[in-house]
């Protein structure tokens, strides 16, 4: 099991994360990354459990894997 990740995010990353979803709710997958926020694997690669940069998410919420992880795709 993956580390806990809260901390990597401060409480206004997570806001303007969470304002940059809302505003993009009629995409789809909006409400399954407002749903990932608020759980402490938000932002961790699903494939290797490293963080994903927050300047990245800002962008794209809705990813789920590293840019290392992404381009081995």
Not at 40 to 66: A, E, K, M, S, Y
């Amino acid at each position: 099991m993956r580390g806990m990740h809260y901390h990597y995010f401060t409480i206004e990353q997570r806001n303007a994360l969470s304002d940059v979803i809302h505003s993009r709710m009629t995409e789809p997958g909006m409400p399954d990354a407002l749903q990932r926020l608020r759980t402490p694997d938000f932002g961790v690669c699903d494939t290797c459990g490293t963080d994903i940069p927050f300047i990245r998410l800002i962008g794209n919420p809705q990813l789920r894997r590293c840019a290392s992880c992404s381009a081995k795709l």
